[in-house]
């Protein structure tokens, strides 16, 4: 099978890091986006980012950049939608999400969430964790079929936000992964930052 493309979700504003983008930020020699482009590349087909504003700020990672196609700023389904919208221009039936502020993500991201979907025969799968007695899903990192794209744009003109709403329309699957790890640790703050850099010493890439 043709590994699927990847869309590294980089649009949201970081208001609790003062603006600007989180992704450029730096982490043990590389900005926190290089850290997903790393993990992401082998497990991906093309990746590309999705951000709004000025592209040229990435313009030293090559890849394409993907503006959100919705007004407003909607949040993350807006760049869902964007990259399914360039993945069906590639031809491919599906697309793999990151969030563009997580350095420590899983290697096996793309495999986890096809299994969660064959497993439970769902269109959509969404990353999850077992953390004590509840299951916590992390819906910016998911497999995203193309055939809902216009599904999607239609639930976004109507006002969905939340993407745990329209995903568990479809059936959502969760892909479950190891919680001690925290691979889905994202920096929000200036302390989670210094956290992520405490953490990058001792982590092999």
Do not use: Y
């Not at 699927?4 to 890091?17: D, E, F, N, T, W």
């Not at 269109?123 to 953390?131: D, G, K, R, V, Y």
């Not at 969905?160 to 479950?176: E, P």
């Amino acid at each position: 099978m043709t590994p699927l493309p990847g869309v590294i979700l980089a649009g949201g504003q970081a208001r609790r890091m003062g603006g600007g983008d989180k992704g450029l930020l730096p982490l043990a020699g590389q900005s926190l986006i290089e850290h997903v482009i790393a993990r992401l590349t082998p497990q991906c087909g093309p990746l590309a980012i999705n951000a709004n504003g000025d592209p040229a700020r990435f313009a030293h990672l090559g890849l394409p950049v993907l503006a959100d196609t919705m007004p407003g700023h909607p949040g993350p389904l807006a760049g869902v939608l964007a990259g399914l919208d360039w993945a069906a221009g590639l031809g491919a039936p599906a697309i793999i999400t990151a969030a563009a502020d997580t350095p420590f993500l899983p290697m096996d991201l793309t495999a986890g969430l096809m299994a969660a979907a064959e497993r439970d025969g769902a269109p959509i799968a969404l990353a999850a964790t077992q953390e004590g007695a509840r299951t916590v899903r992390h819906p910016t990192f998911g497999l995203w079929p193309t055939a809902l794209a216009g599904d999607l744009r239609t639930a976004l003109e109507e006002g969905t936000r939340k993407v745990v709403v329209w995903t568990d329309r479809h059936g959502a699957a969760s892909a479950l992964f190891e919680a001690s790890a925290e691979p889905f640790f994202n920096v929000n703050t200036p302390d989670d930052l210094a956290a992520a850099r405490d953490r990058a010493g001792s982590v092999v890439p």
